[in-house]
């Protein structure tokens, strides 16, 4: 595994190669997790593909050229991601590629999906939130009250803390969930990218229509993973979609939200060897 930075006007973007195949696969990790999220996989498709796995926005190693409040308030759009990973992907003389997302990195999957499937080989996206986020992410993230009242808690030492805990006496997040988020909001930098995160992906919001024509008409092998434990983005959630797409797998993995782990590995190497 080497790691790299691709730099442009909007970001310095540090990533991981690992695997030599000849086919591309673009990773995309769950929040609070790095661009080696997937280096599980190296093992047993690594003579398939090659892996490009990113610190996405607000993780590790990956900094925006300005990371300013205001900066982060007014957002990024579809097609600055789409504008971005194409540039990436000249840059590394990529042509056709997959995608993989696990959770948060389910979003920026789609997005790219949506936008120029007529370069994507296959879909695959593990606790897919871009299915459907729930009404805690929306309320904070396209909300203007709920985006003030994110921003006043999140940039105070200790209020976050205790809205997590009214969240969770009030059922509106789980025991799971509690942990997760918990575990992430230690630091004034933690607290920051966990706003950011919210908000400056807040445009990032999945078109079921336009998917939906970009899989079936591309043919796009597409893979559904879920945990059948896992409380935050449960099986259910892709009740209504998934029957649409034409080119579907879905695997259920006997597993809560944290799943990127050996069975999901065999699981999803059966699908793709």
Do not use: W
Request: proline fraction near 3%.
């Amino acid at each position: 595994m080497t790691q790299h930075y691709f730099e442009n006007d909007l970001v310095n973007l540090h990533y991981y190669k690992f695997g030599d195949g000849p086919k591309a696969m673009l990773c995309f990790h769950g929040y609070g997790m790095h661009g080696k999220q997937f280096k599980l996989l190296e093992g047993s498709l690594g003579e398939k593909y090659t892996f490009y796995g990113f610190d996405l926005f607000f993780h590790k190693e990956t900094k925006l050229k300005d990371q300013s409040l205001a900066t982060i308030q007014k957002g990024i759009t579809k097609k600055e991601l789409v504008d971005l990973i194409e540039e990436f992907c000249r840059y590394e003389d990529i042509n056709r590629f997959s995608v993989i997302g696990y959770s948060m990195g389910s979003h920026y999957a789609t997005v790219v999906t949506e936008a120029i499937p007529e370069r994507i080989d296959e879909f695959i996206i593990a606790a897919p939130s871009s299915l459907n986020p729930g009404r805690l992410i929306a309320f904070f993230s396209k909300n203007k009250t709920g985006n003030r009242i994110l921003q006043k808690f999140a940039l105070h030492e200790k209020a976050l803390i205790r809205m997590l805990k009214l969240f969770k006496g009030l059922h509106i997040i789980n025991d799971q969930d509690y942990k997760i988020l918990y575990s992430e909001i230690g630091t004034a930098e933690l607290r920051f990218n966990f706003y950011a995160c919210f908000v400056y992906l807040r445009f990032f919001e999945t078109d079921e229509e336009k998917l939906l024509k970009a899989l079936n008409e591309q043919n796009i092998k597409s893979i559904f993973i879920f945990g059948k434990k896992d409380k935050s983005f449960p099986p259910r959630i892709g009740d209504k979609f998934i029957p649409k797409v034409k080119n579907a797998e879905v695997v259920l993995l006997d597993e809560g939200h944290e799943m990127i782990k050996k069975d999901f590995v065999i699981a999803l190497t059966s699908l793709l060897s």
